[in-house]
C-alpha cells in the first residue's frame, strides 16, 4: 500500500535488514506471470493469500451449493472434468521457493481426490441443515493438500430431496468475482474460458493511471515500512506523510503520459488523503465478536429474504439495496451482542468489504484483483430508519475513495515479505476489525447444474489475522441470503445472529410503511 512512505530520514535511521534484501531482490524477479524454472511464477498478491494461512484462519474460499433434485457423483467428476479442467489452475500444484511461489502441473492429478463423497451425521428430520452447517464448519478448518491443488468439492448426494455441494478453494488460486466466472461456467449451457492475450504494454487512460498507482505503491518496501505501518493508529502521522514524493511521482506520470493532468493531481491527493485514513484508522469498538480466535468454525445461513421487497424498501427510503442490506447486517448484529446484556449504545464495528478492482469481463483470468473497502456499521443505532441513513450517509462517503487500491497494494507488497513481516504488516487490518463482508449479486433467475436446479447458492470468504467473523450477503434467482461463518470460540452460535436478520428488515420494512409518505 505504501510505496513512498520510505522518506530518506527514516530509511537513514532504520538499518537496511534481511527482509529489505528479500523485498528488492523479489521485487525485481516476481512479477505476476513470469515464468518459474518450471511453471509459471504466481503474482505478488495471490503469493500474500498463500502465506496468510494460520490454525486460526485458513485462506479458503467456502460454499455450499443447495441442488434440487439430487445429482450423482459420477456427473459431478464428469462436469468438473469438462469444464473446471479448462482453466489449468485447477490442474496445478504450488511450488514455494525463495522467491515466492510457482504454479507447476500437477502430474499425478486424480479427479477423486478433489471430488469426494460425504456422508452427513445422522439427525432427526428437520435437522439435516444442522448437520450441513456442522460439516461445512469441520470443513472450514481442515487444510488443503499442498502436494496438490489447492481445491476440494464435497459432494452429499442425498439432502433435503436434492444433493449438497459444498466447495473449498484456497485464495490463492482466485478472488469471488473470478469464481463466480467459474461457477457460470459450471452451469448447464456453461461456456469454456475465453482464450487468454497478452497483456497490452501500452497504459492508458483511467487503467493506465491505476496501473501507476499499484507501481507506485508496490515498490519499494523495506523494513522501516512495516515498523511504520505497525506503529499506524498510535500516532504515525509522519510515516504517512512519506507515502507519495511528489517529485518522482511527477516524472513517473510523465513516463506514462498522465504528467500536468488534473486527473493525476486528484489522484495524489486522493492517495495521500485515503492512505492516510487507512493505516491511521481507529479501533472499532471492543465487543464479544472481538478477540483472539480459537480453530473451530460454526457456519449458519437463513432463508432467501424476496429481492423484490428489498428493493421497494430501499426505493422508498431513496437508499440503494445495498444500504438496506447493511443496515440489516448492523441490526442483527447490534441484536445478537444486546441479547446478552451488552451495552452497545454508540458503538461501531468495522468490516472489511472486498471490492472488485477488475473488469468483470477478465474474471475468467482466476487471480485475485480486489482491494478492501473498511465499512463501519452503525450497530448501536436502534432505530431502524435512522440506521439505513446512517449507513447510506457513510457509504457516500466511501464513494471515490482510493482505499480499496491502496488496500491491493499493500497485499502485493505483502507477498514479497518474509512471513513475520508480512503478519505484522496484515495485522493492521486484524487489530482495526470485527468482521469481513461480502455483498455479491448473483444472477437474477436460478441457475440449472447437471440437469438439476441450483436452489441457493452460499459463500464466504476468509478471515485473516484475528478476526473471528465472516458474513455474507448473496442475491440470487430472485432472493437474498445471509450467511455466518465464525470462530466457535468468540461467536459459538452464529445462527442467533441468522436468526436476526429477517425481523430486522421486516422491522424497516414495517417503519418504512408507517412514515408519513404524504406529508
Not at 523479489?26 to 518459474?36: F, L, V, Y
Not at 463466480?180 to 497478452?198: F, K, N, Y
Not at 511521482?249 to 487507512?278: F, I, N, P, Q, T
Request: net charge neutral.
Amino acid at each position: 500500500m505504501v510505496t513512498r512512505i520510505i522518506a530518506k530520514k527514516v530509511a537513514n535511521k532504520a538499518p537496511r535488514r534481511a527482509t529489505a534484501k528479500v523485498v528488492r531482490k523479489n521485487g525485481a524477479d516476481a512479477d505476476q506471470g513470469t515464468p518459474g524454472p518450471t511453471g509459471e511464477r504466481m503474482s505478488k498478491v495471490d503469493t500474500a493469500w498463500l502465506r496468510m494461512d494460520s490454525p486460526m484462519n485458513l485462506m479458503m474460499i467456502v460454499g455450499v451449493w443447495i441442488i434440487k433434485p439430487g445429482v450423482s457423483y459420477r456427473a459431478v467428476c464428469e462436469r468438473v472434468e469438462e469444464r473446471l479442467l479448462k482453466y489449468p489452475r485447477f490442474g496445478q500444484r504450488v511450488e514455494q521457493d525463495a522467491l515466492g511461489a510457482i504454479w507447476v502441473r500437477d502430474e499425478d492429478f486424480r479427479i477423486e481426490r478433489h471430488v469426494v463423497v460425504e456422508k452427513l451425521r445422522p439427525s432427526a428430520k428437520g435437522g439435516e441443515q444442522q448437520a450441513l452447517q456442522d460439516r461445512l464448519g469441520e470443513l472450514a478448518v481442515q487444510p488443503l493438500d499442498m502436494n496438490h491443488p489447492l481445491w476440494q468439492f464435497h459432494l452429499v448426494e442425498h439432502y433435503q430431496g436434492g444433493s449438497a455441494l459444498m466447495a473449498r478453494i484456497h485464495h490463492c488460486i482466485a478472488d469471488g468475482i473470478a469464481l463466480i466466472a467459474v461457477t457460470q461456467s459450471l452451469m448447464d449451457g456453461g461456456s469454456e474460458p475465453p482464450q487468454r492475450t497478452a497483456r497490452a504494454s501500452n497504459h492508458e487512460g483511467e487503467a493506465g493511471a491505476e496501473d501507476w498507482i499499484a507501481d507506485m505503491l508496490i515498490k519499494p518496501f523495506t523494513d522501516a515500512a512495516v515498523k511504520a505501518l505497525g506503529a499506524a493508529g498510535d500516532g504515525a502521522v509522519n510515516a504517512m506523510e512519506m507515502m507519495i514524493e511528489p517529485k518522482k511521482g511527477l516524472e513517473k506520470g510523465m513516463e506514462l503520459g498522465l504528467a500536468g493532468s488534473v486527473e493525476l493531481a486528484k489522484l495524489a491527493y486522493h492517495v495521500v488523503r485515503d492512505g492516510a485514513a487507512l493505516a491511521l484508522m481507529a479501533d472499532d469498538s471492543p465487543t464479544r465478536l472481538k478477540g483472539i480466535p480459537g480453530t473451530a468454525k460454526r457456519v449458519a445461513w437463513c432463508q432467501p429474504v424476496p429481492l423484490d421487497e428489498v428493493k421497494a424498501v430501499a426505493k422508498a427510503l431513496n437508499c440503494s439495496i445495498n444500504d438496506v442490506l447493511l443496515s440489516c447486517v448492523a441490526g442483527a448484529i447490534g441484536e445478537y451482542l444486546r441479547s446478552f446484556g451488552d451495552e452497545i449504545a454508540g458503538k461501531e464495528i468495522r468490516a472489511m468489504v472486498p471490492v472488485n478492482l477488475r473488469p468483470i469481463e477478465d474474471a475468467y483470468k482466476l487471480g485475485n484483483r480486489f482491494g478492501l473497502a473498511p465499512v463501519v456499521l452503525p450497530i448501536g443505532i436502534e432505530n431502524p430508519v435512522e440506521r439505513v441513513y446512517e449507513v447510506r450517509r457513510r457509504m457516500g462517503e466511501m464513494k471515490g475513495s482510493m482505499q480499496p487500491l491502496l488496500a491491493y497494494g499493500l497485499l502485493a507488497v505483502a507477498g514479497l515479505l518474509i512471513k513475520p513481516a508480512q503478519d505484522a504488516m496484515l495485522s493492521l487490518f486484524s487489530r482495526k476489525t470485527t468482521a469481513v463482508m461480502t455483498n455479491v449479486p448473483g444472477p437474477r433467475e436460478k441457475l440449472k447444474f447437471c440437469g438439476a436446479t441450483l436452489e441457493q447458492n452460499l459463500v464466504w470468504v476468509p478471515q485473516s489475522g484475528t478476526v473471528g467473523l465472516g458474513v455474507s450477503i448473496l442475491s440470487y434467482g430472485g432472493g437474498v441470503q445471509f450467511g455466518v461463518i465464525s470462530d466457535a470460540k468468540l461467536c459459538p452460535d452464529p445462527q442467533k445472529i441468522i436468526n436476526e436478520f429477517e425481523p430486522e428488515f421486516s422491522k424497516l420494512a414495517m417503519v418504512t410503511l408507517m412514515l408519513p409518505w404524504g406529508e
